[in-house]
């Protein structure tokens, strides 16, 4: 199978501090991800005034007074501090990405020279934004959390109809709780999406731990977003449902070793490093007892033991009957002529 893309969403998680935030790519460098990725936006663009938080976002920020807006805007990176990032990026040899949730930020990250635009779970029904993402850029991640099967392929229409091959999509399974509880994960919906609708899938996962995205590769996900974070206790809406830096190396440790246990051929054979065992594990017709030349191998005097380097227990129907051609020791292999 190809290589599994792991996204390392470092999302809000610095809090608006640069400093934090270059924290955060050291963080997905040693883990060993392939992409650190950020969240892009303007906010006044994003939300009104008058928009409220979501009850996780309240429960996290231990702030139920505080608007969205004010909430995003303590969140929000500039445009100089995009650039920098993108540059400790580089020199840490590390693929930089961000998720644009507005119009303004999608033509931005092009102009940072992102090639893949990342489709966040809330703007799946914003049309404008879809056919703008749709004229930029030419290889799409589509985020699915609290959307029907029908939104998914609304969204996926726009795409497909401004001349984006399948091939260069992939849609994500989501769900938009932070953090998800395991009875709403759904895993099966990723396979009803790629059964549906042909294209690549992932999972974007919320939930805490690291059991479910590894079990998303399992089950075929070609891609894998994780939420992380240098500290759970720290502020901000999205710390509770991130993984702390040993939970994430953990995750791509594991996910590596699945991407090896399921990429084989399919065609079941003893493996190359198993072959050597067959003569230990299995057993060969031997003596039971002692038998002199003459006598038949009957169920009295022969049985089957370790090591299987003589006749296989498979030709126990052959052997008995017949008649020994020489003497037997009790455990000494069985030998007839045929």
């Avoid at 392939?34 to 409220?52: H, I, M, N, R, W």
């Avoid at 260069?168 to 932070?178: G, K, V």
């Avoid at 022969?302 to 020791?329: H, N, Y």
């Amino acid at each position: 199978m190809n290589k599994v893309i792991i996204i390392a969403e470092a999302g809000v998680n610095h809090n608006g501090d640069i400093e934090l935030a270059k924290k955060l790519i050291d963080v997905a460098v040693e883990a060993g991800v392939d992409y650190v990725k950020f969240q892009t936006f303007k906010s006044e663009s994003l939300v009104s005034k008058f928009a409220k938080k979501a009850s996780y976002q309240i429960e996290n920020t231990k702030d139920a007074a505080e608007s969205q807006l004010q909430m995003l805007k303590k969140l929000e990176l500039s445009n100089t501090q995009h650039f920098e990032l993108v540059k400790y990026c580089n020199n840490k040899n590390i693929s930089f990405f961000s998720t644009a949730f507005d119009l303004e930020s999608l033509s931005f990250l092009k102009e940072l020279g992102l090639n893949i635009v990342k489709i966040p779970s809330g703007e799946i029904t914003n049309l404008p934004y879809l056919r703008k993402a749709a004229a930029l850029f030419k290889e799409v991640i589509i985020s699915t959390g609290m959307s029907s099967m029908v939104e998914i392929e609304e969204a996926l229409n726009v795409f497909l109809q401004a001349g984006i091959l399948k091939n260069d999509i992939t849609i994500l399974h989501c769900n938009t709780e932070y953090p998800t509880p395991m009875s709403d994960v759904n895993l099966n919906a990723m396979l009803a999406i790629q059964k549906m609708f042909g294209v690549k899938v992932g999972y974007s996962d919320h939930t805490m731990g690291i059991e479910v995205p590894i079990a998303a590769v399992a089950l075929g996900g070609t891609m894998i977003e994780k939420h992380f974070t240098l500290d759970r206790s720290l502020p901000g809406p999205d710390q509770l449902a991130s993984l702390e830096p040993d939970e994430l190396k953990n995750m791509v440790y594991s996910i590596r070793n699945i991407e090896k246990a399921i990429g084989g051929t399919g065609i079941k054979e003893p493996s190359e490093s198993e072959i050597k065992n067959i003569s230990i594990a299995r057993k060969s017709i031997v003596a039971k007892t002692s038998i002199q030349k003459g006598d038949r191998f009957t169920e009295f005097n022969i049985t089957t033991k370790r090591p299987g380097i003589g006749l296989s227990p498979m030709k126990w129907d052959e052997v008995i009957g017949k008649v020994a051609c020489q003497d037997f020791d009790e455990d000494e292999l069985i030998k007839f002529g045929l």
